[in-house]
């Protein structure tokens, strides 16, 4: 049997694995003896970007690799497509989330410092438990509080390749004018159980 064409391979595999595939994932679906080229697939890559350039979903880079996702211009009307309403986070949890991906690696005290006001033990067991921040290491003084950083989870999330992807400091009055507006298109579909559902790209009940 004639196998089809690498570009049709690669769609294929984009849209059936429900999370960002990398260019290693992807070649290791050929056999090592008719394994293409790593400049090949990403050639195809940005032929699948051009392609659907006027498409409602699009080819996205973000941390864990190259996924489908659907385009943020038509997310409003594809995520009535699912009953359950999007968690709404409050603003102490957007706040905090902001400063550790800024200020990254950063302790709970410091952060309580900056905000004024102390972190509720829900906030954040409600990062750690989205997988957005991990605990890094521990600052080496009296009683060694934990150190908090962003994780690759965090990047994919919010559609970023890296943290140098985040808006500068200077851009942002409200942590919710960046992360808000991403989280109100993405949650519905991010269960993993929806998992083979194309992504939307990046609403906010208090954590």
């Known amino acids: 049997m004639t196998p ?26 050929f056999p090592e003896d008719d394994r293409p080229a790593r400049a090949e697939v990403a050639d195809v ?14 080819i996205a880079e973000v941390a864990g ?19 359950e309403k999007a968690p709404r986070y409050s603003r102490a949890l957007l706040e905090t989330l902001a400063l550790i991906a800024y200020r990254q690696p950063i302790t709970r005290g410091e952060i309580e410092d900056i905000r004024g006001v102390a972190v509720s033990t829900n906030i954040v067991k409600t990062l750690t438990e989205r997988e957005w921040v991990r605990v890094v290491g521990h600052r080496d003084v009296p009683g060694r509080p934990a150190l908090y950083a962003t994780t690759r989870k965090f990047l994919d999330y919010f559609g970023l390749r890296s943290l140098n ?43």
């Open 4 to 29: 089809p064409p690498l570009k049709q391979i690669v769609e294929g595999a984009l849209v059936a694995a429900g999370v960002p595939l990398t260019l290693d994932q992807i070649l290791g679906l």
């Open 45 to 58: 890559l940005r032929e699948l970007e051009l392609d659907y350039q006027s498409r409602g979903i699009e």
């Open 65 to 83: 690799g190259y996924r489908v996702q659907v385009r943020a211009s038509v997310a409003p009307w594809v995520a009535r497509l699912w009953d």
């Open 165 to 207: 992807d985040l808006p500068p400091l200077s851009e942002i009055r409200d942590p919710e004018s960046f992360l808000g507006e991403a989280l109100a298109l993405k949650d519905p579909m991010d269960e993993a159980s929806d998992e083979a559902r194309p992504r939307v790209a990046p609403s906010t009940e208090d954590a």
